[in-house]
């Protein structure tokens, strides 16, 4: 079992639909997570942190759920330019000099016209 | 936007050249990160490093080397570059606390003939 999976879609959605990921972890000490948007042969840039409490940006929303070990993205009124794959990233092993990132095989989107 | 650089952007190079990856951080962050990516494929951890001095083997296994003599460089090493390293190859870092998110740099496509 991979430590972080995800979806890999492709999800096609029209243009202002509302899209949810979910991405699961297995490793119940992780402690900080991440949302990535990569583009075709572009580096993954980071699209937002994930918090305990959950956490907005926009038309992206990001939840945790610590007990079922889940992490989730939801975007709303998708654009054109909302086409990507998406990263589910969990750092793993907490606060030690062992910590590792660890990234999901990501989640692609296509948004049409 | 992120102070690490990757040299060069691209490189295609014969069989059994020796080649040397360049990446660079301005940022003063303790750890740093390769990672291998196939096209439409998943990021996979090749190398890390938690300061100077220190580095460690990733999940997938690489004939690839990497040294880390100074804070802010992490270059990695193909001793004798084959057809199935031809990869993009992508560089992070990250400051040393759990909740920091990676930077990375902008890859190098390496093509071996």
């Known amino acids: 079992r991979k430590e972080v999976e995800q979806d890999p879609g492709p999800f096609n959605v029209p243009e202002g639909a509302t899209v949810a990921f979910n991405c699961t972890y297995s490793n119940s000490a992780s402690q900080s997570f991440f949302w990535y948007r990569q583009d075709c042969r572009k580096e993954p840039k980071l699209l937002m942190s994930?918090?305990?409490s959950g956490n907005e940006d926009g038309r992206f929303t990001a939840q945790l759920n610590r007990a079922s070990q889940y992490i989730s993205l939801l975007i709303r009124d998708s654009k054109l330019s909302d086409s990507a794959t998406y990263l589910c990233?969990?750092?793993?092993?907490?606060?030690?000099?062992?910590?590792?990132?660890?990234f999901g095989s990501g989640t692609r989107l296509s948004i049409r016209p | 936007e992120a102070d690490i650089y990757q040299t060069p952007r691209y490189l295609v190079i014969g069989t059994g050249k020796k080649i040397t990856l360049e990446c660079s951080q301005t940022m003063g962050h303790d750890k740093m990160y390769w990672y291998q990516q196939d096209p439409g494929m998943e990021l996979h951890l090749i190398h890390y490093s938690y300061g100077v001095n220190s580095t460690e083997k990733g999940d997938l296994s690489s004939e690839s080397t990497v040294s880390r003599i100074r804070t802010e460089h992490f270059p990695l090493t193909l001793e004798s570059a084959r057809p199935s390293h031809t990869s993009q190859y992508l560089c992070?870092?990250?400051?040393?606390?759990?909740?920091?998110?990676?930077?990375f740099g902008s890859g190098t496509q390496l093509s071996v003939l």
């Open positions: 992070a870092s990250r400051q040393g606390t759990t909740n920091e998110k990676l930077f």
């Open positions: 994930v918090y305990s």
């Open positions: 990233v969990v750092n793993i092993g907490g606060y030690s000099s062992a910590s590792k990132i660890i």
